[in-house]
């Protein structure tokens, strides 16, 4: 189950955005929300404007993808109390060839990615370029070595770029699970209290 927005094969014209503004949102048991195209028109965003918690769990996804020559859209998630990502939920962005697939993810409280294998990517599987993910919030919680997974690469394009800004940051030195197939480089930063610290770790850019 979920909401979808697409551009199929053999249709005409862009593919609409996905709005939704809410008190609350749980995306659970494998529920999508989803904006793509797979023509060589544009796909929509994907934004929430949530005032409380947003939960994904249970390979509950948020998507955005280009797999024609269209470009993808982007994933916009503001919460006001927290973002939390548990077994094997994802927010993800990926082209073919297009541009966009950026993900910008913020909350005025925590985002938690606990166990187990949850991921924020953004990917650019053919030509295209990879997109930019950005997260802000008071405190980022992510239990790496759980195989969780903060990804922006690319193929043949351009990796994209992660910028990550919070007072508080935990995570782990454990090696991703996608690390060893780096091919195109972007860069990982972290803003923590005005200060720039570049990381090396399972949160990468390639």
Known sequence: SGLFASSEANAKGDAGSIFVQANALQILDRGVVSART?????????????????????????????????????INITAGRSIQMFNGSAIKAETASGENANITVQTQGAIVMGCCGNE?????????????????????????????????????????????TSPFFKGSSNRSRRQGNLLKSGSVRVFREGKIRTLESDITAS
């Open 38 to 74: 797979q023509t060589e028109f544009n796909a929509g965003n994907v934004v929430f404007n949530v005032a409380g918690d947003v939960r994904l769990a249970d390979r509950g996804q948020v998507t955005v993808s280009g797999t024609g020559t269209g470009n993808p859209g982007n």
């Open 120 to 164: 924020i990517s953004a990917e650019a599987r053919g030509v295209g370029n990879g997109g930019n993910i950005s997260i802000s919030a008071l405190a980022i919680i992510t239990f790496l070595a759980n195989n969780n997974d903060i990804v922006a690469n690319a193929e043949d394009g351009r990796g994209g770029n992660i910028f990550i």
